[in-house]
């Protein structure tokens, strides 16, 4: 329950990550030495930057380098993620490289200590990451033959679209132009009211369904109700087929979370074709849950739809014997850094209201989420600091942003849907997920993000000279 | 001789920085509560920024706010030296803030211990004094009642113009102009050769007479011959007024040091007028040196040339019964925090041919330069950071900075000359020496002076929208 309302610990849907990721695209893996600290010079320590590097499409002579800024997480599956740089690849003759975000991945600067010590996780910032990836770029361009007079094009989805953008605001010297996709620049305090990302959520579900919209918002209640006894729990246990059975009123509040993670995920990764190459869902799963959830229900009866719904995104095979609420809550290493970055910089702040969306009614507070911090870190976020530092709304300064969002996507509720200046081009796709334009194309792609990506390749031939 | 080729620890003339100021500006003082980290969460320590404030001129409903951004020593001084802001305040209906760069004067983070700890001074960097005024501009801006909408204009000098001129370049949100005089934010690694400060410097005495630059240029090779002898020694020591007469060979290195810096001092202080307000020198002060360096000489006639003018710069009143050539070696607390700061961020690489310039040919070599900084300081410089963090040359994405540089002034050759764009405005002043548009018109200012200050005065009006 620490960072967002929900206990929500990173952009990327829980679902992605716990995978192991198969591919057919073609890379070296390479690692650079950087410097720990590019903006101190007491600790000399250096860690290891792990970069991916593909070179088969490049024209060495000219080819522009696209290259993808890392987000929170292992950096091979987000290069397997965004195929569209490797369905667009040839046609540019680019260089392709993928640089993982440092305490992400293999590019963890203290082994397995990284997450241990208060000082070593000091080092954990979007500005450290981006120096790390200004200067990797520098080294690139001196050191490949033919990449000097190349052109750099940052790519990235969601927290990496975040970084991408954020790139081009401060290192336009070293990339030409940005494709931040589905990247919630804006979902900061000051800038985009706490309640915006779960209204936008809701009303995903609301296109598939009013009613399902209205059980899930009843469904909080009925459960809490239920979970209030012990033949309650035992009901609750049995109906979601937990592999534990319940048995602490906080097991009631721990299923909830799990529920709201469902729902949320579900809505970034509301895409309109199986995805059945990651993760196990039917095409536009929202419509799939919402179907389970499309008669009007209360009590016992509500809490079995909402469990056949849920089982659509836990068990969609039907290979699980049993499911597991505490699942989400332990975390892997990518969930403990955005829990530190959620805590430092990365305040987020989310709420609900329970009428404009469909979750308990839950507030913001800066002071509590900030004492919760420090319990978990001894540290303290500052409030403030990402907008002073990337200019919140003050972007008529910045040139060569493509920002585009989906708008299916809750996280689009913090995007740039609106051109601030000239050079920055907002692209909306009406019926798009969380960075939907940056997948492969598959042929059941709607029309809307085919027509997406084509903008997206002509403005990136404008940065390069080539219209 | 750790930071440049001759010693040199500060942009500053070493001849300002020791004087008491007094000043008939009124302002008060105030201290504001800073992170000492804003780039890292594992220290939560903070420090008092000291600033100055002025607001006897200010129209509190929409007046603009002109803030310096404080550079490499006690922030009185150049509040008291920046006469133009004091000038212009009452017509722009201005407040005036100077907000003191951290480890320097009052701000220094750690007390009496701010120098003694390798931790302390990890957080002297000029990215963290960005930050500092970002975040004081804020809260001033929060607090000050009528200040909301206020405009801030950023205006510096020397170190602080580059601190305006990134000032602008990484936060245009927070400023909407900066006034970066003499400001040599491409004295660095790759664009600007090492040579060019010496040959500036040159030109500057060869403009008052060519006999006077071959004289320094001999007189180095004839102190060295002559300081190779006890007789000769004493000589020198009898001919310079030495508090300490010169016992060892390194004294005569010392002697040549301290020439060194003060011709270099001379040609930065080079401005029309007597300054006797702060230091005692006639106008146009490297003539008057050169006055006695006209007739072609050699020997012990020469070197008697050469004491008569650094008595000029030394002792313009006679008040000084001897000279002491360690007084600048010694160093102040500002001295520190540059040398600190030019051995890790800071790299201005410097040489002399004695061919193009009129010393001693010394050579740059990082990796010595390197091996010193780590026997100082336990840590060592990053070569080409400041040019990926600030862009180098490529400023064609930043708007509205003014760049003024007097070619008389040996720092101009790291200045920005010729417009990288449309809205960066270079203001060439042919007569002038270092930030001389800064300081308080006075009725020998020459007229390319008053021009460069009309025309900076109306600058600033269009950024304010007043034009």
Known sequence: MLCGVYGRMSIIPKSFKNKNTASDYEYKTEYFVQQIDHFGFANLDTYKQRYLIADQYWNANGGPIFFYTGNEGDITWFCNNTGFMWDIAAEFKALLVFAEHRYYGESLPYGPDTFKSHTHLNYLTSEQ?????????????????????????????????????????????VIVGALAAS???????????????????????????????????????????????????????????????????????DLKA?????????????????????????AWPVKAVCNKLSLPAEGEALVQYVADAANIYFNYTGDSTCLNTSQQATGNLGD??????????????????????????????????SEQC?????????????????????????????????????????????????????????????????????PLDTAAVVAARIQEKNLIKMWLGQL
Request: with cysteine.
């Open 129 to 173: 990451a981006l120096a790390d990836f200004a200067v990797l770029i520098g080294q690139l361009k001196r050191s490949l033959p033919g990449a000097a007079n190349s052109s750099v094009v940052a790519f990235g989805g969601s927290y990496g679209g975040m970084l991408s953008a954020w790139m081009r605001i401060k290192y336009p010297n």
């Open 183 to 253: 990247a919630p620049i804006w979902q900061f305090t000051g800038i985009t009211p706490c309640e915006a990302f779960n209204q936008v959520l809701t009303n995903a579900f609301k296109q598939a369904s009013q009613i399902c919209v209205e059980n899930v918002r009843n469904s909080w209640a009925t459960i809490t109700s239920i979970g209030g006894t012990t033949s309650g729990r035992k009901f609750l246990s049995s109906v979601f087929n937990l592999c534990k059975p319940m048995s602490h009123q906080s097991d009631v509040d």
């Open 258 to 282: 799990w529920l709201t993670d469902a729902w949320t995920d579900l809505a970034m990764v509301n895409y309109p074709y199986p995805a059945n190459f990651l993760e196990n869902l039917p």
């Open 336 to 369: 403990l850094g955005w829990g530190y970055q959620s805590c430092t910089e990365m305040v987020m702040p989310m709420c609900a209201d329970g009428e404009s969306d469909m979750f308990e009614p839950k507030s913001w507070n800066f002071t509590d989420f």
């Open 374 to 442: 420090y319990k978990q870190w001894k540290t303290r976020p500052q409030e403030n600091w990402i907008t002073t530092e990337y200019w919140g709304k003050q972007l008529q300064y910045a040139s060569n942003i493509i920002f585009s969002n989906g708008l299916l996507d809750p996280w689009s509720s913090g995007g740039v849907l609106e051109s601030p200046a000239l050079t920055l081009i907002p692209i909306v796709i009406p019926d798009g997920a969380h960075h939907l334009d940056l997948r492969a194309s598959n």
